[in-house]
């Protein structure tokens, strides 16, 4: 990837990024983003980036090329490879399943195999060793304040892992000394950014971050101890904000309180959000079966019964093999044949232990908060059939995650952005979504038909956007084309609202014709009708 011109080169924009979560959607897209914002020359003018999530990966990742003083094409050309051949969960599994994670953690989950995971992949050095935040801590390069966010479940607030001249690292309730922080990999950090809550288990802070030499520092026991909770547990940054908004907002204020010349001239936000017809539909009703005239009654009583059944069978093989064995016709034979029984009657014996705690931790535990009703709930609850109680779970838990992953997503969205669109704010927002330009949105239809200029997606853009906006939320890539489809994506999304960016302020600004604005415009044109003809004319 190369700068275009040598005018934009010379562009005075300063520039803020925020990359919302999103898995390698996310990842994938905002890579092309920054790909087109370096061929243009903007990339160069960033002052501010905030990640969430899935885009923590390429903030991180970009962030650390700079400190290493890598050239773009460098950067593109090695995380554009990891993320086409890391299947992340895959890779995490098969490290939980050896068991190898032998540092400071009390727990062996996939939340911390998959961060060792990145240490070995994305964030690992030449030599091997995994990149530390005091990296980014004391890196010498052009973006001011940088923000990887995650969110800390005890008090619901954000958690920052921030490289700022004034902004603290943790939040209001805990401050991490930046001393201390540099010695947290940033593997870890990215971890407990992406967390999100039904994929992964909670992150502790900080008994589960991986440290040198197996020991936390002290100055972070000191200030976790102080706060009389023991470890912080911390998750996805998109809980709290899915798009790193805040962050942005607040260090704007933090650099200069009150002035309208400490603000971002330009603050571009790249979102992956999928733009859903409907968040939940009713799960298909389970069919009807045996289990649909089976009563919990029935299956309650069928325990008595089978734990019974149990111990009279235990008698009965206990007795007949204490026979074989005092009569000496007990051989090594005898064995193997009682050997299937025995098993079969273990697993049986301890299923049903399970299944006996169960319902008295429902009898004792679950009823009793039922209010008004307690333990005479149990006998009404008893009546209802197998299908009923199944039905019931599955509405419980669909609903559920429809809640958690879509309709509290969309509202903290919703709340970002009515931070930023108020007043003159809005003049400089650049909303980024990867469904700007699919098929049938007309803002997109009116915008290019004003422009004589500009032509059409070509079908075959038009079917990569279209694929784009429909890749999962995962941490792997289904399809070898779903990579470059979503750079590709990317490129053609901030290079279209580059453009409505330009003659929207064009239009409410007199002075805003610059030269460099007008050659910027120029650029974007001919890119746009570039990636017209053929998509992937920057790939």
């Known amino acids: 990837m190369t700068q275009t011109t040598d005018a934009n080169n010379q562009n005075p924009l300063t520039i803020g990024l925020a990359l919302s979560g999103g898995g390698y959607r996310a990842a994938g897209f905002h890579l092309g983003v920054l790909s087109y914002l370096d061929r243009v020359g903007l990339l160069s003018q960033l002052k501010m980036l905030s990640t969430v999530s899935g885009g923590t990966f390429t903030?991180?990742?970009?962030?650390l090329s700079l400190a290493e003083k890598q050239n773009f094409s460098e950067f593109y050309g090695e995380y554009s490879r990891l993320l086409k051949t890391t299947n992340l969960i895959?890779?995490?599994?098969?490290?939980?399943?050896?068991?190898?994670?032998?540092?400071?953690?009390?727990?062996?989950?996939?939340?911390?195999?998959?961060?060792?995971?990145?240490?070995?992949?994305?964030?690992?050095?030449?030599?091997?060793?995994?990149?530390l935040f005091g990296e980014i801590l004391e890196a010498e390069i052009?973006?001011?304040?940088?923000?990887?966010?995650?969110?800390?479940?005890?008090?619901?607030?954000?958690?920052?892992?921030?490289?700022?001249?004034?902004?603290?690292?943790?939040?209001?309730?805990?401050?991490?000394?930046?001393?201390?922080?540099?010695?947290?990999?940033i593997a870890d950090i990215v971890a407990a950014s992406s967390c999100f809550p039904g994929g992964f288990e909670p992150l502790a802070f900080p008994d589960d971050f991986h440290w040198i030499e197996n020991k936390i520092p002290t100055e972070i026991t000191e200030?976790?101890?102080?706060?009389?909770?023991?470890?912080?547990?911390?998750?996805?940054?998109?809980?709290?904000?899915?798009?790193?908004?805040?962050?942005?907002?607040?260090?704007?204020?933090?650099?200069?309180?009150?002035?309208?010349?400490?603000?971002?001239?330009?603050?571009?936000?790249?979102?992956?959000?999928q733009k859903l017809d409907s968040l939940f539909e009713f799960p298909e009703k389970i069919r009807q079966n045996i289990f649909g005239k089976l009563t919990l009654n029935f299956v309650a009583k069928s325990l008595n019964y089978l734990t019974g059944f149990l111990v009279l069978s235990w008698l009965a093989m206990g007795f007949k093999i204490t026979e074989e064995i005092v009569t000496k016709n007990f051989g090594w034979i005898d064995g193997l044949v009682y050997l299937f029984p025995v098993l079969l009657l273990i697993a049986i014996s301890l299923l049903n232990i399970k299944l006996l705690k169960a319902r008295q931790f429902i009898e004792a535990k679950v009823l009793p908060e039922v209010p008004q009703v307690g333990k005479l709930a149990w006998n009404d609850l008893k009546k209802i059939t197998i299908n009923q109680l199944l039905n019931g779970l599955n509405l419980r838990l669909s609903s559920l995650v429809a809640m958690t992953s879509f309709v509290f997503m969309k509202q903290i969205r919703r709340m970002g952005y009515n931070a930023i669109y108020e007043?003159?704010?809005?003049?400089?927002?650049?909303?980024?979504?990867?469904?700007?330009?699919?098929?049938?949105?007309?803002?997109?239809?009116?915008?290019?038909?004003?422009?004589?200029?500009?032509?059409?997606?070509?079908?075959?853009?038009q079917q990569i956007i279209d694929d784009s906006s429909e890749v999962p939320t995962t941490l792997w890539?289904?399809?070898?084309?779903?990579?470059?489809?979503?750079?590709i994506c990317g490129q053609a999304s901030i290079c279209y609202n580059l453009m409505r960016y330009i003659a929207r302020r064009k239009d409410k600004d007199p002075n805003f014709h610059t030269s460099e604005m007008n050659s910027l415009w120029d650029v974007l044109v001919q890119d746009w009708n570039s990636l017209g003809q053929d998509p992937h004319a920057f790939l």
């Not at 050896?98 to 030599?127: M, P, W």
């Not at 809980?239 to 009150?258: W, Y």
Request: no cysteine.
């Open 423 to 461: 007043g003159e704010e809005a003049e400089r927002i650049i909303a980024n979504y990867i469904y700007d330009l699919k098929q049938g949105n007309r803002d997109a239809e009116q915008f290019l038909a004003k422009f004589p200029e500009l032509s059409k997606p070509s079908p075959e853009l």
């Open 142 to 185: 052009l973006v001011e304040e940088v923000t990887f966010n995650a969110t800390e479940f005890r008090s619901g607030i954000a958690f920052r892992f921030q490289s700022s001249a004034s902004g603290r690292i943790g939040n209001g309730k805990i401050s991490i000394p930046k001393a201390a922080a540099s010695k947290i990999r």
């Open 477 to 487: 890539f289904n399809d070898q084309k779903e990579l470059p489809n979503l750079i």
């Open 223 to 273: 200030r976790v101890a102080k706060t009389g909770q023991g470890a912080i547990a911390l998750m996805d940054g998109g809980v709290f904000d899915n798009q790193g908004i805040g962050s942005i907002l607040l260090a704007e204020k933090r650099k200069s309180p009150g002035k309208d010349d400490s603000k971002l001239d330009m603050f571009i936000i790249s979102d992956v959000d």
């Open 90 to 131: 895959k890779l995490g599994l098969e490290k939980l399943s050896k068991q190898t994670n032998g540092d400071t953690s009390k727990r062996q989950d996939l939340i911390t195999s998959v961060a060792d995971v990145y240490a070995e992949t994305f964030f690992k050095k030449e030599n091997g060793e995994a990149y």
């Open 59 to 63: 903030g991180a990742k970009y962030i």
